[in-house]
């Protein structure tokens, strides 16, 4: 299993890797090449779910692994005036909304996510760019907020919506998952790390940790939960940022 978990980070940071090299190529754009990418994702997706008990846990360690020095992903901020003054004021105004395909919508204080029963782990993050550290995540469950919500039968994805923006036109930032690793026990929403309250540059005051995936669906600055039956027209349509933007595959499992 620990060859197919390497040569599967390897092939998706290749592939991603490949396509930021070719910039403007218009081979690294054309139909046929994104058809054999979406291709190769839902076979990989399709062969880890097949082999793979859905509730398998990645590996944890302990305190005595935590890296010295733990790379921010992404954003080191992020760039508009509300989030700059919630940060002045230490996240007191900041609320986290869970909506789209629920029953019971919710708006959400720090306070009461902290209040909430909450889950320690001590996992590897792996970056695509090939780098990893490991790190100390506490946070809410995700499976716990979807379940207070009251998730519709109709409901297939839960997007993250982010408050920074990416790129040189600023576009919004966002990720999604599935149901299968929205209801992982290790899916959470972090607002402590390493025994601290998560700082800015790591994605203050929440960050998604999908510990089944690699580092850039940990979407950071999340302000928005949205349940919803397609990924068709929120954005590029293609499920997250750098899926919109042909850099890496929507399934990113590890």
Same mark, same amino acid.
């Not at 991603?16 to 090299?21: A, F, M, N, Q």
């Not at 782990?121 to 090939?130: A, K, L, S």
């Not at 995700?142 to 409901?155: K, P």
């Not at 349940?227 to 990113?252: F, M, Q, T």
């Given at each position: 299993?620990?060859?197919?978990?390497?040569?599967?980070?390897?092939?998706?940071?290749?592939?991603?890797?490949?396509?930021?090299?070719?910039?403007?190529?218009?081979?690294?754009?054309?139909?046929?090449?994104?058809?054999?990418?979406?291709?190769?994702?839902?076979?990989?997706?399709? $062969?880890?779910?097949?082999?793979?008990?859905?509730?398998?846990?990645?590996?944890?360690?302990?305190?005595?692994?935590?890296?010295?020095?733990?790379?921010?992903?992404?954003?080191?901020?992020?760039?508009?005036?509300?989030?700059?003054?919630?940060?002045?004021?230490?996240?007191?105004?900041?609320?986290?909304?869970?909506?789209?395909?629920?029953?019971?919508?919710?708006?959400?204080?720090?306070?009461?996510?902290?209040?909430?029963?909450?889950?320690?782990?001590?996992?590897?993050?792996?970056?695509?760019?090939?780098?990893?550290?490991?790190?100390?995540?506490?946070?809410?469950?995700?499976?716990?907020?979807?379940?207070? $919500?009251?998730?519709?039968?109709?409901?297939?994805?839960?997007?993250?919506?982010?408050?920074?923006?990416?790129?040189?036109?600023?576009?919004?930032?966002?990720?999604?998952?599935?149901?299968?690793?929205?209801?992982?026990?290790?899916?959470?929403?972090?607002?402590?790390?390493?025994?601290?309250?998560?700082?800015?540059?790591?994605?203050?005051?929440?960050? $998604?940790?999908?510990?089944?995936?690699?580092?850039?669906?940990? $979407?950071?600055?999340?302000?928005?939960?949205?349940?919803?039956?397609?990924?068709?027209?929120?954005?590029?349509?293609?499920?997250?940022?750098?899926?919109?933007?042909?850099?890496?595959?929507?399934?990113?499992?590890?």
């Amino acid at each position: 299993m620990s060859k197919l978990i390497t040569t599967r980070r390897k092939l998706i940071a290749g592939l991603g890797s490949s396509v930021l090299l070719a910039g403007c190529d218009s081979w690294s754009r054309s139909p046929g090449f994104q058809d054999v990418l979406a291709s190769a994702e839902g076979l990989t997706r399709r $062969a880890q779910r097949t082999i793979t008990n859905r509730e398998a846990l990645a590996r944890e360690f302990s305190a005595a692994d935590l890296s010295p020095n733990f790379r921010a992903n992404g954003s080191r901020t992020a760039d508009s005036d509300a989030y700059r003054a919630m940060l002045a004021n230490n996240f007191a105004d900041f609320r986290l909304r869970v909506d789209g395909l629920v029953s019971r919508p919710l708006s959400l204080s720090l306070a009461e996510l902290r209040a909430m029963p909450r889950r320690t782990q001590i996992t590897r993050h792996d970056c695509v760019e090939g780098w990893s550290a490991i790190g100390q995540w506490t946070g809410v469950p995700l499976s716990r907020l979807l379940d207070l $919500a009251g998730l519709r039968d109709s409901a297939n994805y839960i997007v993250f919506h982010c408050a920074d923006t990416y790129g040189s036109q600023g576009r919004p930032y966002y990720e999604s998952i599935d149901l299968i690793d929205a209801f992982h026990p290790q899916t959470i929403l972090a607002y402590d790390m390493n025994g601290q309250q998560l700082p800015e540059r790591h994605g203050a005051p929440l960050r $998604a940790r999908v510990e089944r995936q690699l580092g850039y669906k940990h $979407a950071k600055y999340v302000t928005r939960l949205e349940a919803v039956a397609s990924l068709d027209g929120i954005h590029g349509g293609k499920g997250g940022y750098w899926e919109d933007n042909g850099a890496y595959a929507w399934y990113a499992g590890i």
